[in-house]
């Protein structure tokens, strides 16, 4: 490869060993390398966001089966044409013993009949299909298909991992060779970019070394190459806890335009997007509570939204509740009748439930006194009847107010 090739391609890892975060696939003993140790290739999926080394993997897997490596991608290559290379490679395996392995890019973009096509060829062996996709095979694949594959899963790639691929990059001979610097600023801009994607990290990096006038790559030279500002922000550090609370005292506040401000500038910022989930979840029920009952659930929604679809499409349920939460009517009365409770619970001795209202399941405990005199709310108008439910110390005791 020569300098005019793409930072991203000239990095790609030539050794497993050389891929980062899929550890779970690759490491001693595991799934992937389990086979190529054991000389036995099956046909797989590899399920997994951008830039998270699927094409690596089934590329260095060719490599090691020394077989032949054809790659193709379902957003622009037609099912004949793939068909038709998968009956050469047919031919090639019976007149020379030689293996292919066909790499299909996006085969989630295959309709369910055009996946059938592959199912003589995986029956016979004739060819080791190594699939892609950024979508999950339960949904996007047919069954027939999904029956004679592994599927295995690949993870983003956590910020330390791009971190350490851009910091390589910047000193291999095969990427910038030591000509460029980064400050740690500038490197947590890139990483955080990215998203998890290598091949995003590396194209940023290596437009940034292009628009940059001297050796050390500035964090201006990066925005302006990305289009993006730097949020400075610290996820473990005071700004993270500044940012929630504003978040949570705008929105205590009833003030949407200023949570959804806040909202965005988490989010910008790299937040974890389930850890501002978990958060509007609590303000549904310390902060909003008995008032408006529906906001748990429009809570809950939006975690299992952002959980389900992930960013960037997930911001706008989180959008969505918090507009929502800063609109409805407030109240704290569950909060504080459960701190109450909570409190005396804890202070106070294991107090006896009252006889009248124990389950009584056995001839003995009725004997007892179990359940004895105990009215049935049913039996009364309107469901309901004078009796006493709280131990003998309690009786009386008020959490929650009118």
């Known amino acids: 490869m020569t300098e005019k090739t793409p930072l991203a391609d000239r990095m790609r890892p030539e050794e497993f060993e050389e891929i980062l975060g899929q550890e ?7 799934p992937i390398q389990r086979q190529v140790e ?5 046909s797989m999926v590899l399920f997994g966001p951008p830039g998270s080394g699927k094409t690596t993997i089934a590329r260095l897997l060719a490599r090691r089966f020394a077989a032949d490596f054809v790659s193709f991608s379902a957003a622009t290559s037609g099912i004949v044409e793939i068909k038709k290379f998968m009956e050469q490679a047919a031919k090639r395996k019976q007149l020379y013993r030689r293996e292919t392995i066909i790499f299909i890019d996006e085969i989630h973009r295959f309709n369910r009949a055009q996946q059938d096509a592959f199912l003589p060829y995986l029956e016979k062996g004739t060819i080791t299909l190594i699939g892609a996709t950024t979508e999950n095979p339960s949904f996007e694949l047919n069954s027939s298909l999904l029956s004679r594959v592994k599927v295995y899963m690949l ?3 956590s910020l330390e991992d791009i971190k350490s691929i851009l910091q390589n990059a ?3 001979n095969k990427g910038l060779t030591g000509k460029f610097h980064l400050d740690k600023e500038t490197l947590d801009f890139i990483a955080n970019i990215s998203d998890g994607d290598a091949r995003v990290a590396l194209n940023a990096l290596e437009l940034s070394s292009l628009a940059t006038k001297t050796a050390d790559i500035s964090l201006k030279t990066a925005e302006e190459v990305v289009q993006r500002k730097a949020l400075r922000y610290d996820k473990s550090g005071e700004e993270h806890y500044n940012l929630i609370s504003a978040l949570h005292k705008s929105l205590r506040g009833s003030n949407a335009d200023a949570a959804l401000y806040w909202l965005a500038r988490m989010l910008e910022a790299g937040e974890d997007p389930l850890y501002i989930a978990r958060r509007l979840v609590r303000f549904a029920v310390e902060d909003v509570g ?3 009952a529906q906001a748990l659930v429009i809570a809950v929604a939006a975690k299992d939204a952002i959980d389900f679809i992930g960013r960037p499409e997930g911001d706008l349920a989180l959008a969505e509740c918090v507009a929502y939460l800063a609109r409805a009517p407030k109240s704290n009365k569950l909060y504080v009748a459960y701190e109450g409770a909570k409190r005396d619970a804890l202070k106070t001795q294991a107090e006896p439930v009252p006889l009248h209202i124990r389950n009584a399941p056995t001839g003995l405990m009725k004997k007892l006194g179990y359940g004895k005199g105990y009215k049935y709310p049913h039996d009364y108008p309107d469901v309901k009847v004078e009796q006493e439910y709280m131990p003998k110390r309690l009786r009386g005791k ?3 107010k009118e």
């Open 398 to 400: 008020k959490y929650l």
């Open 24 to 30: 779970h696939l690759l490491g001693s003993g595991r």
């Open 290 to 292: 008995i008032a408006d």
């Open 170 to 172: 910047l000193v291999s």
């Open 38 to 42: 054991e000389g036995r290739l099956f």
């Open 155 to 157: 993870y983003p790639l």
